[in-house]
């Protein structure tokens, strides 16, 4: 049996996490995004889909654009941190497994499925983006994920002409403990689950 991660490392992921809506002023670098990805692409998704593509909104011109995408409330928050991630859905994904699956023809599997196509890809880059949020918490970063915005003006904004659709939006950087709420409850064992 493999032992459980120590308690400080499941604070960080879970327990003591936060989402926040404001950073402080240290960078986010290139290298630092990378690391990020290089350890979420390792989460498990349905026969390796894999459907996530990333545009990381680093620069002001960048910021900006998403930011007249977003809700009143959100367009700060997106303009004012470090990095902005655009969590998308590559709804032509299954042309990759011929390498990401090779063992089986699992292309032809959604070939012309467009309502299996639909599923797979949200769901699997769904799990991608939680993944990415656990990835960069564990290494040492904040993040905001958010709903809030126009997702066909992000969509012809940054995927204009290609096959992928926002899923959703996250800030992320160091955060400002001054710019997080009150902790919210959860549900309880007892209440969110059951025996079967």
């Known amino acids: 049996m493999i032992d459980p991660l120590e308690d400080a490392a499941l604070d960080r992921v879970?327990?003591?996490a936060r989402t926040y809506n404001g950073y402080t002023d240290e960078p986010v670098t290139q290298d630092e995004l990378r690391q990020i990805y290089e350890l979420l692409k390792w989460g498990p998704t349905s026969a390796n889909q894999s459907p996530l593509r990333i545009v990381w909104c680093t620069s002001d011109e960048a910021k900006e654009k998403l930011a007249s995408a977003c809700s009143a409330q959100n367009a700060p928050k997106v303009r004012k941190a470090p990095v902005t991630a655009i969590l998308g859905m590559d709804m032509e994904f299954y042309e990759k497994l011929p390498t990401l699956f090779p063992h089986t023809d699992a292309?032809?599997?959604?070939?012309?499925?467009?309502?299996?196509i639909q599923e797979s890809a949200f769901r699997n880059s769904t799990l991608q983006g939680a993944y990415f949020i656990i990835a960069a918490r564990a290494l040492g970063f904040d993040t905001g994920?958010?709903?809030?915005?126009d997702r066909a003006k992000v969509d012809e904004l940054f995927f204009a002409g290609t096959?992928?659709?926002?899923?959703?939006?996250?800030?992320l950087g160091h955060g400002d403990p001054?710019?997080?709420?009150?902790?919210?409850?959860?549900?309880?064992?007892?209440?969110?689950?059951r025996y079967a």
Do not use: C, Q, Y
């Open 14 to 16: 879970f327990r003591t």
């Open 107 to 116: 292309r032809a599997w959604f070939v012309g499925n467009e309502a299996l």
């Open 145 to 149: 994920p958010m709903s809030g915005f």
């Open 163 to 171: 096959p992928v659709k926002t899923n959703f939006i996250s800030t």
């Open 178 to 193: 001054a710019s997080i709420f009150h902790r919210l409850p959860r549900l309880d064992f007892e209440d969110a689950t």
